[in-house]
């Protein structure tokens, strides 16, 4: 008889389209999920995250063992340092003479598995994970010879190849992007729908006192957990969201709102990145809504431009560039994380908000994690290291292969343009127009300097004196520096003095 093979199973990978998973022969192959101390440790994880990981995982066991599947399941209390020594553990267990697993999305583990054969003693065949649809090949394909990698051109594509949001070869409506019909600001325009409660079952319930007990020290109020662990959830949240959240996505998805962390957005990123939901379906659901009529085109290109451009882009940007993409830092920014990043404990209303929620819920919206504390970020020169670390953590859609592009790349132009074709900053003043966060704030966004002056706008001309040089280069920044050499002498050198009062300060 033909030797069991081991099928490692990783806590982003719980779908049934799991290369490794559909290799897997029932009558002989043996399943291995581990909750291992290396992977729960390696950056300060949001509990929320370690919770709905360890659940899924638990859930997805379960419903292997029901579909007649050998599993193999090693839980957190069993002490077990990293998945190298889990492979190990069960190998020794079963006698399986061979290890298959998809890859992983993180290039430090990546660089793991690359030792395993030799270390475990037996042949490794890491299968490319397929649950993505551009490919490792098909992206270099795309971006060979290109001197600008532009996300709207590989978004195109991308809805070519897959047939999204087409009449015929032409995108629906005439255009492929209807991203200015998307940045409207909060005023209160529309009652905002409440979301359906979660409550967490038996397994996740002592998932939750695991976790408390197991990392008190780590950011997540867990008594506001209300994710989905299981595939049949998550799908549920997707179907409330579509009906009735979609229709006000487009038009507020650059909003920021004082009176609810989520607005209309629909919360799924966590459930792709880990497998509950598989992104082709969640873009062909979005668009059998708006033909329809249950939204506006321009709400569905939205949607569907964050999951099969925007998502594939980044990875394929991670696994292009990598590993030395993750040194990159173009303004040489070094200055260290403020504590308040890690309390929200700030009187700067809109990073208050953005980082407590951060930290409370593992979550905030992009234009949260962009244009506020990603902007804030950038303008104040904080480390590049740093904070990919601090997003890496606090987020439960978090892998380093989506967070590190968003982060270095988007955020904090760290990358030397590789992904933007200019810096994401901003003063005080796209804040105000884009939500209601200024009204609850002490400072005052129409002010550069002086007493209650929004630290946004001095931070901001700081950065363009400081960094005028480079952006010189760019064509896209020509107006604003003009504007800012034309000013008198005596307010950029007050400007520059009261940016510098509050960096000190940090």
Same mark, same amino acid.
């Given at each position: #008889?033909?030797?069991?093979?081991?099928?490692?199973?990783?806590?982003?990978?719980?779908?049934?389209?799991?290369?490794?998973?559909?290799?897997?022969?029932?009558?002989?192959?043996?399943?291995?999920?581990?909750?291992?101390?290396?992977?729960?440790?390696?950056?300060?994880?949001?509990?929320?995250?370690?919770?709905?990981? *360890?659940?899924?995982?638990?859930?997805?066991?379960?419903?292997?063992?029901?579909?007649? &599947?050998?599993?193999?399941?090693?839980?957190?209390?069993?002490?077990?340092?990293?998945?190298?020594?889990?492979?190990? /553990?069960?190998?020794?267990?079963?006698?399986?003479?061979?290890?298959?697993?998809? +890859?992983?999305?993180?290039?430090?583990?990546?660089?793991?598995?690359?030792?395993?054969?030799?270390?475990?003693?037996?042949?490794?065949?890491?299968? +490319?994970? %397929? %649950?993505?649809?551009?490919?490792?090949?098909?992206?270099?394909?795309?971006?060979?010879?290109?001197?600008?990698?532009?996300?709207? @051109?590989?978004?195109?594509?991308?809805?070519?190849?897959?047939?999204?949001?087409?009449?015929?070869?032409?995108?629906?409506?005439?255009?492929?992007?209807?991203?200015?019909?998307?940045?409207?600001?909060?005023?209160?325009?529309?009652?905002?729908?409440?979301?359906?409660?979660?409550?967490?079952?038996?397994?996740?319930? +002592?998932?939750?006192?695991?976790?408390? %007990?197991?990392?008190?020290?780590?950011?997540?109020?867990?008594?506001?957990?209300?994710?989905?662990?299981?595939?049949?959830?998550?799908?549920?949240?997707?179907?409330? &969201?579509?009906?009735?959240?979609?229709?006000?996505?487009? =038009?507020?998805?650059?909003?920021?709102?004082?009176?609810?962390?989520?607005?209309?957005?629909?919360?799924?990123? #966590?459930?792709?990145?880990?497998?509950?939901?598989?992104?082709?379906?969640?873009?062909?659901?979005?668009?059998?809504?708006?033909?329809?009529?249950?939204?506006?085109?321009?709400?569905?290109?939205? *949607? $569907?431009?964050?999951?099969?451009?925007?998502?594939?882009?980044?990875?394929?940007?991670?696994?292009?560039?990598?590993?030395?993409?993750?040194?990159?830092?173009?303004?040489?920014? %070094?200055?260290?994380?403020?504590?308040? &990043?890690?309390?929200?404990? =700030?009187?700067?209303?809109?990073?208050?908000?953005?980082?407590?929620?951060?930290?409370?819920?593992?979550?905030?919206?992009?234009?949260?994690?962009?244009? /506020? $504390?990603?902007?804030?970020?950038?303008?104040?020169?904080?480390? !590049?290291?740093?904070?990919?670390?601090?997003?890496?953590?606090?987020? !439960?859609?978090?892998?380093?292969?989506?967070?590190?592009?968003? =982060?270095?790349?988007?955020?904090?132009?760290?990358?030397?343009?590789?992904?933007?074709?200019?810096?994401?900053?901003?003063?005080?003043? @796209?804040?105000?127009?884009?939500?209601?966060?200024?009204?609850?704030?002490?400072?005052?966004?129409?002010?550069?300097?002086?007493?209650?002056?929004?630290? *946004?706008?001095?931070?901001?001309?700081?950065?363009?004196?400081?960094?005028?040089?480079?952006?010189?280069?760019?064509?896209?920044?020509?107006?604003?520096?003009?504007?800012?050499?034309?000013?008198?002498?005596?307010?950029?050198?007050?400007?520059?003095?009261?940016?510098?009062?509050?960096?000190?300060?940090?």
């Amino acid at each position: #008889m033909t030797q069991p093979r081991l099928i490692l199973i990783l806590a982003d990978q719980l779908s049934p389209a799991n290369p490794a998973l559909v290799l897997a022969d029932k009558a002989r192959d043996v399943i291995l999920l581990a909750e291992v101390a290396e992977e729960a440790h390696y950056v300060r994880h949001n509990r929320h995250k370690i919770v709905l990981l *360890f659940s899924a995982m638990r859930h997805f066991a379960k419903d292997l063992e029901r579909d007649g &599947f050998s599993v193999q399941y090693l839980s957190f209390d069993r002490g077990v340092a990293s998945l190298e020594d889990a492979c190990r /553990v069960a190998l020794d267990a079963t006698g399986c003479g061979e290890l298959l697993v998809c +890859e992983p999305g993180e290039y430090r583990l990546a660089s793991a598995m690359a030792t395993w054969s030799g270390e475990l003693a037996v042949p490794v065949q890491i299968l +490319e994970d %397929r %649950r993505f649809l551009a490919s490792h090949d098909q992206f270099q394909q795309w971006a060979a010879g290109r001197k600008q990698l532009r996300m709207e @051109y590989f978004y195109r594509d991308m809805r070519r190849q897959y047939g999204v949001l087409l009449d015929g070869a032409e995108p629906c409506g005439g255009k492929w992007n209807y991203d200015s019909e998307n940045r409207v600001g909060w005023r209160g325009q529309c009652e905002i729908p409440e979301r359906p409660d979660l409550v967490p079952d038996a397994i996740t319930s +002592e998932v939750i006192a695991l976790v408390e %007990r197991g990392f008190p020290s780590n950011p997540g109020d867990l008594t506001q957990f209300r994710l989905a662990v299981t595939r049949d959830d998550a799908q549920a949240q997707f179907d409330w &969201f579509c009906n009735y959240a979609l229709a006000n996505f487009g =038009t507020y998805q650059d909003a920021l709102v004082e009176e609810s962390p989520w607005v209309f957005h629909s919360l799924i990123s #966590m459930y792709l990145n880990c497998g509950l939901l598989e992104p082709l379906a969640v873009c062909q659901q979005v668009e059998q809504a708006w033909r329809d009529e249950r939204c506006s085109l321009a709400a569905a290109e939205g *949607f $569907i431009r964050q999951i099969l451009g925007w998502r594939e882009y980044v990875r394929g940007i991670y696994w292009l560039l990598m590993p030395e993409y993750a040194t990159r830092n173009t303004f040489d920014a %070094r200055r260290p994380l403020p504590d308040f &990043f890690w309390t929200g404990n =700030t009187d700067l209303r809109c990073l208050e908000q953005a980082i407590k929620q951060s930290l409370d819920l593992g979550y905030a919206h992009h234009i949260q994690r962009l244009m /506020v $504390i990603g902007n804030f970020a950038l303008l104040a020169g904080l480390d !590049v290291e740093a904070v990919c670390a601090w997003y890496l953590a606090v987020y !439960v859609d978090a892998y380093e292969w989506v967070e590190l592009p968003n =982060t270095a790349g988007m955020a904090l132009h760290a990358d030397n343009g590789a992904m933007a074709s200019k810096p994401y900053a901003a003063s005080g003043k @796209y804040i105000q127009k884009q939500g209601n966060h200024c009204k609850s704030c002490r400072f005052n966004p129409a002010k550069t300097t002086g007493e209650g002056a929004c630290p *946004f706008n001095s931070l901001y001309w700081h950065f363009i004196d400081r960094h005028a040089d480079y952006l010189g280069g760019n064509a896209r920044m020509g107006l604003i520096l003009a504007n800012w050499r034309k000013r008198d002498a005596a307010d950029k050198a007050s400007i520059r003095d009261w940016a510098d009062a509050f960096l000190a300060a940090l």
